[in-house]
């Protein structure tokens, strides 16, 4: 399916159509994305919930560092158990700024680190053996993270840092056991 991008989509990397284990985003960036392990099915990337991970470079944030609002957001399949992990996030190790949407147990919590730790549980609880739809509308306006799930809003981070959002840092989907 060819879609039409708003020029402004930093980020378009259709998992279900891309079978290497180096993937260029679809988007005009070309991002280089590297797959360790995620095996490719038609429906998308299976990811154990050990170690496979996808990774992104840095330069996907370098022309966002100055935007106020950003909206990050992704499809993910839950296994019919109870686990835990990294779903997305980054990590910026030189300023050890980093924000991450991650799986505990069978709830969705928001993590935010830059100078100060942020765990918070947001009270979603994930569909075991099915598919949602997760993103964050992150505001540096005023300092705020809006969580959505399967387009409802699930909670609201006040007060927490943009510099998390706006580090750069290497973007990883699935876990990062670093």
Known sequence: MDLKYDPSLVLYLPL????DASLVSKEKHGHLATVTGALWTPQGRW???IDDQITLTNSL??????VS???VGMWVFTPGT???GNIYGTRNSATQANWQFYRDINTLDLRIHHNDSFNQDTGWNFPLGGWACIFA????????W??????NWVYTAAGQNFAAASGGGVLTVGN???
Not at 16 to 19: F, G, H, R, S, T
């Open 137 to 144: 509308i992150i505001d540096g306006q005023v300092n705020e």
């Open 82 to 84: 109870a686990d835990y």
């Open 61 to 66: 944030f370098t022309g966002t560092k100055n």
């Open 146 to 151: 809006q969580v959505f799930a399967d387009g």
């Open 69 to 71: 609002i950003k909206t």
């Open 47 to 49: 990811f154990d919930g």
């Open 176 to 178: 990062d056991n670093d």
């Open 16 to 19: 279900y159509e891309l079978d």
